[in-house]
């Protein structure tokens, strides 16, 4: 059993392999965080909470007189507003008469041997032969008939424990929830960091660490998608935290709208991190029986530093959120036509693209932006899913067909959420898009956005994708969502409910996903928000994997993969060989680099094939050999980051389960003359078997190469990129074969 409940069903232990989690329901039903760390026996500690008499930190009624009990200082599970703890809260309510009150006390649990659900929403699911467990505590609101469910959910392998929050008005008059965050952690000792990843378009998930002081951090988005500018996810870890040593705990929201993601040390050097949807822009109406459902946080613990933090996120995202058909099926090696041409192309030049692709190994082609409505450029035709025959020179079954006589599978992209005002939609329905009657919307793209809070907004779409995809051979979307949200106004939740639009637009784009896949299940879907703008644990659950960036310059994408590797497997990002220069940074990288960074994530080509010399089709060749021999490596392998990026090469790691191979990548991104000698460090390896690195082909045992790593014969030049394999060898030095 990962959860223990003792004392009198009021003290709470969730073990994983390696952590505890303890909370204690005190005496005035309190619900107390007690610990939460290496693994524990899980005695009671509710006595190491300090109690003192804090002046202008005051005490409950119920304490009577004792001075030395303050909600401003425990560390607790669902932080009160309103009621003296003068801290960020995790709740807030605005009742009736106008006052602002949430103060929460225990009530009753409940244990079930599977994991939860989370109405309307992603949330981590069981498998056959491993199922997680759940502990829901029913908290009760001291004056009001407001109740909260806290869940969590234990996955004991991965080291992970979850998070969830359901309020529901169990009282007559209509409360209005204005705040409701997923989690908080309280530490009451100790000094940590904070990791968060911030960015921008085409520079996304950049870490960034600073040391948590009583001046707030905080990051998030209010853009109504979890954003390029800051990632819903984030590391709290002691200072000494490295890749391979210290305290680390991860938190990631499994959401794909506005977010916050704080954490700040209070009077007394206490620290408070929270996450969940942001509370600006954000309330909602709840009448009698009426819930809100928050959404889930994934915590993992790691005793051992980040690489191990980020490696049970990856095993946890992989096995328990991915799913559907190509969750572990081999995703197809595609050329993607969007770099290629843009927006200017025809039946023929797709044609000789998937031609010249089919020779090379390529195994599909996908047809991006353009094909659809009155559709040459930016400017027209979002939200008319009508197929430009004209343009195609015939059906999109014609052409789909084409394809796949050529062996190779066909893929489309679609913008389902967006509207052009210039358009034969935005004509017919003005009102499905979100804008504020009397003003002039702020257009992104010069497009608006669809009200995917509504219904009859919803089944058109479905209808409309439903109808191409019934009538072509497509194998695989391209769901793309290319502006942040503002001008907030719903004509089916206008009024008091006008803050709920941001979450409901949210659950909208979750329902249509979800109708998607349960209509098209063999689809494979790649996210994708002007690249990387909505890569969160949430789209994941739909689409395995997610186009990383739109910056395909291998250089800056060192940066942009090692950030999210972090929390996001290397099978979800998306990654592209183009062409040079870049079309973003003009930056001009060797053919197989590029290669070598893309093979680090779901691999494809984004050029114009007809433009490759012969000696670049041949890379292609290898490289597409290369997808094939390492991908069970890349894909399903553990991933070390061994340098971070802007050090003088960046390096990272794959090892496979049985330990018997090991592929590393080492990418030269800066160069001197008369060069100093380049020397690598090896993880993961099993320290007793003996393994032959193939670029010097010495064999020493793992303990070896893990001890004193491998120096480079040759110095690469700049941007120029090698991967190193080590196998294993078996008895009489034979090398086994990756
Ligand atoms: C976004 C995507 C690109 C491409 C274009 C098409 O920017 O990230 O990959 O699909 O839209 O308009």
């Known amino acids: ?230 990632n819903p996810s984030m590391i709290v870890c002691t200072p000494d935290a490295t890749e391979d040593f210290g305290e680390c705990y991860g938190l990631c929201l499994v959401y794909s709208g506005n977010f916050t993601a704080c954490a700040q040390k209070d009077q007394r050097g206490q620290t408070r991190v929270l996450m969940g949807i942001h509370s600006e822009k954000f309330s909602f109406c709840l ?62 030049k797709l044609i000789s693209l998937a031609e010249q692709a089919a020779k090379l190994g390529i195994e599909m082609l996908v047809l991006d932006d353009g094909w659809f409505g009155k559709r040459d450029d930016d400017n027209s035709g979002l939200g008319d899913w009508h197929v430009n025959e004209k343009k195609l020179g015939g059906s999109l079954k014609e052409l789909g067909d084409r394809i796949h006589d050529l062996g190779m599978k066909f893929g489309l992209w679609f913008e389902p959420e967006m509207i052009s005002e210039d358009s034969d939609l935005y004509r017919a329905h003005p009102d499905w898009a979100l804008r504020i009657p009397g003003r002039e919307p702020n257009r992104g793209r010069n497009q608006l956005v669809l009200d995917m809070s509504r219904n009859d907004v919803r089944e058109y779409l479905f209808e409309r994708l439903a109808d191409i995809l019934e009538h072509a051979p497509i194998d695989y979307v391209k769901w793309d969502m290319n502006r942040s949200i503002c001008d907030i106004y719903s004509h089916q939740y206008a009024g008091s409910q006008n803050g709920e639009v941001y979450h409901r637009f949210v659950l909208g784009v979750y329902d249509l996903l979800e109708r998607f896949l349960q209509r098209f299940p063999d689809i494979l879907l790649e996210g994708c928000s002007g690249g990387g703008g909505r890569f969160d644990a949430a789209m994941l659950y739909y689409s395995p994997q997610i186009w990383c960036s739109d910056n395909t310059d291998a250089v800056n994408r060192l940066e942009i993969q090692y950030g999210t590797s972090f929390f996001y497997p290397v099978s979800s990002m998306g990654a592209h060989v183009s062409a040079v220069p870049n079309h973003q940074t003009g930056r001009v990288t060797p053919f197989r680099t590029r290669g070598h960074v893309a093979l680090s994530g779901s691999f494809g080509y984004e050029l114009d094939l007809n433009k490759m010399s012969e000696e670049e089709k041949a890379i292609v060749k290898e490289q597409i050999e290369d997808f094939h021999k390492y991908y069970s490596l890349t894909h399903e392998g553990t991933y070390y980051r061994l340098t971070p990026p802007g050090e003088r090469f960046c390096a990272w790691e794959f090892v496979d389960e049985e330990k018997d191979h090991a592929l590393q990548t080492l990418v030269m991104t800066s160069a001197e003359g008369n060069p100093l000698p380049v020397h690598t460090i090896v993880k993961g390896l099993s320290p007793d078997k003996y393994y032959c690195c193939s670029v010097n082909g010495q064999v020493h045992s793992g303990r070896t190469w893990m001890g004193a790593g491998l120096t480079l014969r040759m110095v690469p030049k700049e941007y120029e990129s090698i991967l190193i394999e080590w196998n294993v060898v078996e008895k009489g030095l034979g090398r086994k074969p990756i």
Request: net charge negative.
């Open 1 to 230: 059993m990962a959860i223990m409940v003792e004392n009198n069903g009021r003290l709470f232990n969730l073990h994983t392999k390696d952590c505890t989690y303890q909370m204690y329901a005190d005496e005035y039903g309190v619900l107390l965080h007690t610990y939460y760390g290496k693994k524990i026996d899980g005695e009671n500690l509710a006595d190491l909470i300090f109690q003192a008499d804090v002046g202008f930190s005051g005490n409950p009624e119920e304490t009577v007189g004792n001075r030395e009990y303050s909600l401003d200082c425990l560390p607790q599970e669902l932080p009160s507003d309103g009621v003296g703890d003068y801290r960020e809260s995790c709740i807030a309510l605005l009742h009736g008469d106008g006052s602002i009150a949430a103060d929460f006390r225990f009530e009753s649990y409940k244990i079930f041997p599977s994991s939860y659900t989370v109405e309307g929403m992603p949330a981590l699911y069981d498998k056959e032969d491993e199922k997680g467990e759940t502990l829901v505590i029913t908290m009760r609101e001291k004056a009001s008939k407001v109740t909260v469910r806290l869940f969590y959910g234990v996955f004991e392998k991965e080291n992970v424990i979850t998070r969830a929050v359901r309020v529901e008005n169990r009282g007559e008059s209509e409360v209005v929830l204005t705040k409701c965050l997923s989690g908080c952690l309280d530490y009451q000792f100790g000094e940590y960091d904070l990791i968060t990843f911030a960015g921008r378009h085409a520079m996304e998930r950049i870490p960034e660490r600073n040391r948590i002081r009583r001046t707030k951090l905080e990051v998030g988005s209010l853009r109504g998608t979890s954003s390029h500018q800051y």
């Open 287 to 348: 009448r009698t029986g009426e819930y809100f459902a928050a959404p889930q946080l994934i915590m993992s613990y790691s005793d051992s530093g980040l690489s191990k933090l980020s490696q049970q996120y990856h095993k946890i995202l992989r096995e328990h959120m991915c799913r559907g058909a190509y969750q572990y099926r081999k995703r197809p090696v595609l050329l993607n036509n969007w770099e290629a041409t843009y927006f200017n192309f025809n039946k023929e």
